[in-house]
């Protein structure tokens, strides 16, 4: 455990490492932070939303006529109100529809005075469809005489990607050894524990100001506005706490232009907020994805190519689910030296739910390809998957195809460190010799790693971030900052970097990032990418401060500021730590001087990486990081009942800045991975979701979390703030393919749809156990309980 | 159908409360919109998240499966019931010291089952933890510091966290 | 939140109280802990005009451990059960059944008599209004074909209560009142194999309480299947109930949930009474499980997989207690 360290002047002590606590935790753990969800405004209408229910239908009749006389009701809207107002990367969606094209389509809206009387008059609202055939698969939807689901993209075909790199027929021809597999990620969601929820309320000069739990408060305002046909600049956006969000409040979903519809149409504020049941139907999914993946290497285990061919469920429109290829394709083409890759992806209109991004965003699902195809591949050419890895890992210094500079490469020492904790080796021999031995329960322990970009990713025009620090005469500091806060501590890391330039306590640091009239620009807590951007954002301001400081101590001081640095409350001497004078003091004596100064500065931090760019060969994100996950399994072999006994976990961190908040990023995500992996899982049939709910959409509970045995390897990013780098996705793309690696070698079957869930697996060591139409166990399996 | 409502009397957090209410309210419901207690939290309604756990009578349970109307005569603690004029709860005070509160939804649920759970067996254990919470849903901890938290408050221990 | 329908709420302070308040209300429903009742009244699977609180009434609830029989309040919670000393000692099948029911917070307010009357289950029929009328309805509630079984005449939705199948392995009996006085039942005479008259229980009659044998000599225990640790129902659950004298059998009952509209008691076990417990009888054992369950898609989990894994739950958990009774 961390010391703590107490602050005194004589000795320069660091906060960076230790463990700092969330300052909004307090208000949290009371039950007094006022969530969104628990937000009532003066004269609020409560707006309800009429959902289709069907996934492919033309609107024949809406009749709202009961529903607008029912008392209380103050407005009934339905897509002729809208009907021009196109919004999404491609235009493809609009709040209310004029079509249904998925089962949770928006079909009409009502304001009402209380939830009772909007429910009410959703009942009222008579519509008559006319049900169209469905497509429920891309492989469905890519046929010639499939149904045409936007009459905008004919062939239903949506976004397309690709990128090559190298020979491929010699690179095939230079291949001993080639693993081609299916791979099948599923539609997942992402479960916030606080629903979605919009509050929206326009003034008398037009302007509209949206409270809403959206990550990205500044670009929302671009995306929200042709919903609305309103100017971007006419939108003030508000982030109230939110009860979580893991990417899915990255776009704009059409529940937010709903409530601002029916906000303008009321003159009222207007409160859209789902139910649970409305959550998992209408808000995004984590994207589906069939992964033809191939992989090559020679006889002695050295990586000859990679390619890949990717067919994306779209859905009905076009969120960020699809865009995933930009982020599949580094792990395809930068994940081990790769020297030879083809990537394609072409997205496809379904009749599903559709996509939204969620932590890990695409690169859990390649994750699982790669990962796997790399432990058959050791399998094949007969060497310990470790090895494998270390042979094909990159050093420091390298550049992957797509262009991705590994300045500080930690992968080997990634593999291993977890390699090492976790008697790796060792067990997976001893493990493998027992797979085929008498007895019910197996033992498997897997390996899996992968690279995430760690330092934002440059799919915008900027990637940067608007800081404006101040200091009162009591010097307290206040940082104003477009970082958004969803729960990941993002407070407690500007906090601690504030106190750590400044040597001010760290309960005298207060953050203001909710609202985009006031705070500056930021593209979005997304991409692993607030610790090291706004990080260094904080930073750079905290230092414009710091020097203003010690300039002007100096003058007081009559000494050089070069001499001199912030510790403890104090301007003290670098030397031995005397302190000089009180920082508050030298504060009011810079206000109330003959010529006054105030501490307020400013900083635009753009990171040093390029723009992603149509060809996908750029340095897109400012830093890159890899973790490596070893997963150790007990599997009941007639069950197939998976128990994870323990999970390793090496990540390069760059440098650790709030231990305390690192180690909640790294269990949180890795729970949201095991539940990927294990049992969650929507299960959409011809479009329509069967089990929108907890009871049987299965989150992990707390007995099915393991222990974790985490490792930071600290690779000192020199582009980093103190040396850190992201870190909040990997431990969600890693943790899946581990097990199935564990999976096989427990029990030599390997399944490459998700979840993993007990049924799949009992199947698949029946059916690796009984040769087909046998029909029968074989003894080695059917042996009694050990 | 009209409404029927009505009149209970009960023992929230302490003091005496009487209110009406329709017959069909959830305690839950009527603890976030007749009484503005938010800290409850609404996730589910269904009794499959834990989000709303409150004790009554010293058992916690989902309070969006309890009618209103059972309160009549009961004593009810809500997660703002657990402050004292000291400070926070020991419980509270571990789960932010320990950094269990991320987005921190769940966590009045999860911290009334918690505190209920060490009350009721001051020698709990991680394990008798982990299925003590088992009904509470968490999307950001994955338990683990909830866990840590909750081993800190039994053996009186600190992990030396700043604030 | 989601809007709860308005109905009369009436407390009765006795069983019969309750019973004559039932006969004389058209649309009435009695209210136990509310962890069933409360979901689908919300979710309109149910509708009420009248709900009848079991909760104030005295003798519903309590345990009283006898020298021969143990006699359990159908009010009882399921943690309370789970909690008993008694029970924990003389019927761990019982304890271990109260406590694999959702989640503790549930198990707090959940009752025994709540548990034994459970709704049936189905994924055609546990949805909400709109889903349900989106998919045309199924025959348990509002439509007239079952979803799972297009050309069945009876609706196939499976009882999926724990605590049932402990009981049945335990045999247990219940007193039911009703206006024209009590009567009791063996549990297993308790249940319809229909998933939509699953209870043998007459218009307003209400389960008051269960009694179980004490058996000296048997041991029992109860396994569930399910895809996480807790609040989960089962997608099979087994109990088993066996004594052993020396190397042979000397008693044997099973009982299933989960798989058939009913909690199964497995027919036929008798046969393997008086024999060793060999390869020979567990291979027959589980060809009886298989043959006594009904599993049909009613669960996101497949019919060969449940139909699989049961047999195997039952061969496992008797293994078990046969090992423990050597």
């Given at each position: 455990m961390q010391e703590t360290a107490t602050a005194s002047p004589t000795v320069k002590e660091t906060l960076i490492g230790q463990r700092v606590r969330k300052p909004d935790a307090p208000d949290k753990a009371t039950g007094k932070t006022r969530y969104i969800n628990d937000m009532v405004l003066p004269q609020m209408l409560i707006g309800k939303v009429l959902f289709a229910g069907r996934p492919h239908a033309r609107i024949v009749r809406i009749d709202t006529g009961a529903a607008q006389k029912l008392p209380g009701v103050h407005a009934v809207l339905t897509g002729k109100d809208v009907a021009e107002l196109r919004f999404g990367f491609v235009r493809d969606n609009v709040a209310l529809k004029d079509k249904v094209r998925c089962e949770h389509d928006e079909i009409a809206a009502v304001a009402a005075e209380t939830e009772e009387i909007a429910c009410r008059a959703l009942e009222l609202i008579e519509v008559e469809y006319e049900d169209l055939p469905g497509v429920f698969s891309p492989e469905a939807g890519a046929r010639e005489d499939a149904p045409q689901i936007h009459d905008r993209f004919p062939g239903n075909k949506s976004l397309a990607f690709e990128f090559r790199h190298g020979d491929l027929a010699a690179a095939e021809a230079a291949s001993e050894l080639i693993v081609d597999n299916v791979f099948r990620p599923h539609h997942v969601t992402h479960c916030c524990m606080g629903t979605s929820c919009a509050i929206a309320d326009f003034d008398h000069n037009g302007k509209l100001t949206i409270w809403t739990q959206t990550q990205y408060p500044y670009n929302y305002k671009m995306d929200l506005a042709p919903a609305l046909g309103i100017h971007p600049g006419d939108i003030r956006v508000i982030q109230p706490p939110v009860g979580g969000a893991f990417g899915s409040k990255l776009d704009v979903y059409p529940y937010e232009p709903i409530a601002a519809l029916l906000a303008r149409k009321t003159g009222r504020p207007v409160k859209v907020m789902y139910s649970r049941e409305e959550e998992f139907k209408a808000s995004p999914t984590r994207q589906a994805a069939i992964i033809h993946m191939r992989t090559g290497c020679t006889r002695d285990g050295v990586l000859t190519f990679r390619t890949a061919d990717v067919l994306l469920d779209n859905g009905a429109y076009t969120s960020w689910g699809p865009t995933i290829p930009v982020i599949m394709m580094r792990t395809t083409s930068g994940h081990y030296r790769v020297p030879v890759v083809d990537f394609k992806a072409q997205a496809i209109y379904t009749n599903n739910p559709y996509a939204g991004s969620f932590r890990g965003y695409g690169n859990v699902q390649t994750t699982w390809a790669t990962a796997q195809q790399m432990d058959m591949l050791a399998e094949m050419v007969d060497i310990d998957p470790l090895e494998f890895h270390l042979k094909n890992a990159q050093r420091s210094g390298e550049v992957t195809p797509q262009r991705s500079f590994l300045r500080e490469c930690a992968l080997v020492e990634c593999l291993e460190t977890a390699a090492t904790a976790s008697d790796y080796s060792r067990k997976r021999k001893e493990y493998a010799a027992l797979r085929d031995a008498p007895g019910r329960y197996k033992k498997g322990i897997g390996l899996a790693s992968s690279i995430h970009n760690a330092g934002g990713a440059k799919i915008h025009k900027s990637d940067g971030i608007g800081t404006i620090l101040k200091m009162d005469d009591y010097a307290r500091v206040t940082v104003i900052t477009g970082a958004s806060e969803i729960g990941q501590g993002i407070d407690a890391v500007i906090t601690l970097i504030v106190a750590e330039e400044l040597g001010v306590p760290l309960e005298h640091v207060t953050l203001v990032n909710n609202d985009s009239d006031v705070a500056p620009w930021d593209v979005g807590v997304h991409a692993s990418r607030t610790t090291f951007i706004a990080g260094n954002g904080t930073r750079r301001a905290a230092r414009k401060a710091k020097a203003q400081i010690l300039n002007a101590a100096a003058k007081m001081l009559e000494e050089s500021p070069e001499d001199l640095d912030l510790r403890a409350g104090s301007v003290v001497r670098n030397t031995d730590g005397a302190a000089l004078i009180k920082l508050e003091r030298v504060l009011r004596q810079m206000h109330f001087q003959a010529e006054p100064e105030l501490v307020m500065v400013t900083d635009y931090y753009e990171p040093k990486s390029e723009p992603e760019g149509a060809a996908h060969v750029s340095d897109h994100s400012a830093a890159y990081s890899h973790a490596v996950h070893i997963a150790e399994i007990t599997v009941d072999t007639l069950t197939g009942e998976i128990k994870v006994d323990k999970v390793t976990v090496a990540q390069d961190v760059g440098r650790v800045i709030n231990r305390m908040g690192l180690e909640g990023q790294i269990e949180g995500g890795l729970a949201i991975g095991l539940g990927y992996a294990l049992s969650e899982d929507m299960r959409i049939e011809n479009g329509m979701l069967k089990n929108a709910c907890f009871r049987d959409y299965k989150l992990i509970t707390a007995p099915e979390m393991p222990p974790l045995d985490l490792h930071f390897i600290e690779s000192h990013c020199a582009e980093g703030p103190y040396g850190a780098k992201g870190i909040s996705e990997l431990p969600t793309i890693v943790i899946a393919p581990a097990i199935a690696n564990a999976l096989y070698n427990a029990t030599g079957v390997r399944i490459f749809d998700p979840p993993m869930s007990p049924e799949k697996v009992a199947r698949a060591i029946f059916e690796r156990c009984a040769p087909a139409g046998s029909g029968a166990v074989e003894p080695r399996l059917a042996g009694t309980a050990a | 159908m009209m409404s029927v409502e009505t009149e209970i009397r009960f023992k929230l957090n302490g003091r005496e409360v009487s209110l009406k209410v329709p017959v069909a309210m959830k305690t839950l419901a009527m603890l976030r919109d007749k009484l503005g207690m938010t800290g409850t939290k609404y996730a589910c309604g269904e009794g499959e998240c834990g989000a709303c756990t409150v004790e009554v009578d010293g058992r916690t349970v989902n309070s969006c499966l309890m009618y209103a109307v059972d309160c009549d005569g009961r004593e009810l603690v809500t997660i703002e019931g657990l402050r004292t004029p000291e400070g926070l709860h020991p419980v509270q005070q571990a789960f932010v010291d320990h950094g269990a509160v991320q987005c921190g939804f769940c966590m009045p649920g999860m911290i009334m089952q918690a505190k209920n759970l060490i009350e009721n067996n001051p020698g709990l254990t991680r394990e008798e933890a982990q299925r003590g919470l088992e009904g509470n849903l968490c999307r950001c901890t994955g338990y683990t510091k909830v866990l840590d938290a909750v081993e800190a408050v039994v053996s009186g221990k600190s992990c030396g966290s700043r604030p | 939140m989601p809007v709860m329908p308005d109905f009369e709420l009436l407390r009765p302070d006795s069983a019969e109280a309750a019973v004559a308040l039932h006969a004389s209300r058209p649309a009435s429903r009695y209210l136990a802990g509310?962890?069933?009742l409360l979901p689908n009244l919300r979710r309109g699977l149910a509708d009420t005009a009248t709900v009848i609180d079991l909760g104030g009434i005295a003798e519903l609830a309590g345990i009283r451990v006898d020298a021969d029989r143990v006699h359990i309040g159908a009010g009882t919670t399921l943690a309370a059960l789970a909690a008993h000393p008694g029970i924990a000692a003389e019927l761990p099948a019982l304890a271990q059944a109260a406590l694999a029911v959702a989640g503790p917070t549930h198990r707090e307010s959940a009752t025994l008599g709540g548990n034994l009357c459970l709704d049936t289950r189905c994924r055609y029929y546990n949805q909400s209004t709109p889903w349900r009328e989106a998919n045309h309805y199924c025959m348990k509630l509002e439509?007239?074909?079952?979803?799972?079984?297009?050309?069945?005449?009876?609706c196939y939705a499976a009882f999926s209560g724990d605590v049932a199948p402990a009981l049945l392995a335990l045999d247990a009996e219940v007193d039911i009142v009703g206006t024209n006085g009590r009567r009791t039942l063996a549990l297993a005479e308790f249940y319809h194999d229909d998933g939509m008259r699953w209870l043998a229980l007459d218009r307003g009659e209400l389960l008051a309480a269960v009694r179980v044998p004490l058996a000296p000599g048997w041991s029992s225990g109860y396994e569930k299947l399910r895809i996480r640790g807790a609040i989960d129902f089962p997608l099979s659950g087994v109990a088993v109930a066996l004594a052993r004298d020396g190397e042979r059998l000397a008693g044997l009952r099973i009982a299933c949930t989960g798989v058939s509209s009913r909690p199964e008691r497995i027919e036929g076990l008798d046969a393997l009474v008086g024999q060793p417990l060999d390869d020979a009888a567990l291979a027959q054992l589980e060809k009886l499980v298989l043959r006594g369950i009904q599993a049909m898609e009613t669960t996101t989990a497949s019919v060969p997989y449940r139909r699989k894994a049961t047999p195997i739950l039952a061969r496992r958990l008797v293994t078990r207690l046969w090992t423990e009774a050597a």
């Open positions: - | - | 509310g962890t069933d439509g007239d074909v079952c979803r799972v079984a297009p050309k069945s005449k009876r």
